[in-house]
């Protein structure tokens, strides 16, 4: 039972690039979520599936795109990448019957 | 939108002293309150957590109150250790539909030994 897991750990983009953070969980859990940590921020929701097919914004979704593959799989894109998105990205899951989430390891994403 | 101030942003505190997180949030349906502790370069666990139809809760050295009149909880560490040391996030949401948890920005918690 891994829980969340993330890849990759670490990644260095050049603007304009675009890449595909993959995250996968083996809970059964309907609820996903990706953040990003910067310093002295906290975690800021980009975008989250309530549930398989289902998407929705958060609170920073620009720039970014998001795919609910399937149950265990919510990818998020980046089409162009910009240094103002160099941060951590946390994957997280969680279950209907509460609100306790799960995060990934994490993934260290430097734009330059 | 969800809101949730966190105080202080850093806190030094002796070992074996007790410790005090504050966070207020804005939104008066938010009934899930959970604490996170995130250790330096891994991912935020949950440590403890409480709901609005109960006023405080107890785990071993770590408690947390919350006061929905007012719209505040905190988090508190008694008899405090240096594997304390991490960084504390606050977090609440409503718990329908979207189920997402708003976070606060965080305190850095160093235990001097």
């Known amino acids: 039972n891994a829980g969340v897991t993330q890849t990759p750990k670490f990644q260095v983009l050049k603007t304009g690039q675009s890449m595909t953070l993959q995250c996968a969980q083996d809970m059964n859990h309907n609820s996903m979520y990706w953040y990003r940590q910067d310093p002295g921020m906290g975690l800021r929701l980009i975008y989250y599936?309530?549930?398989?097919?289902?998407?929705d914004k958060g609170e920073v979704p620009n720039g970014y795109n998001v795919s609910r593959l399937n149950k265990r799989e919510f990818s998020l894109r980046l089409e162009s990448a910009a240094p103002s998105q160099t941060s951590v990205y946390f994957c997280?899951?969680?279950?209907?019957?509460?609100?306790?989430?799960?995060f990934g390891e994490g993934s260290w994403l430097t734009v330059v | 939108g969800e809101n949730v101030e966190q105080h202080p942003s850093t806190l030094s505190v002796q070992e074996g002293d007790s410790a005090v997180i504050k966070c207020t949030y804005s939104?008066?349906?938010?009934?899930?309150f959970p604490w996170y502790k995130q250790e330096l370069g891994k991912r935020p666990q949950l440590i403890i957590d409480?709901?609005?139809?109960?006023g405080e809760k107890k785990d071993q050295r770590i408690a947390v109150t919350l006061n929905k009149t007012a719209k505040h909880f905190s988090l508190h560490i008694t008899e405090t250790q240096p594997e304390d040391s991490a960084v504390y996030f606050c977090a609440a949401s409503t718990g329908t539909g979207r189920r997402a948890l708003t976070f606060g920005s965080g305190t850095r918690l160093q235990v001097q030994p």
């Open positions: 599936s309530a549930s398989e097919g289902t998407t």
């Open positions: 409480i709901r609005s139809n109960v």
């Open positions: 939104d008066s349906a938010s009934n899930y």
């Open positions: 997280a899951s969680s279950s209907d019957s509460g609100n306790t989430i799960y």
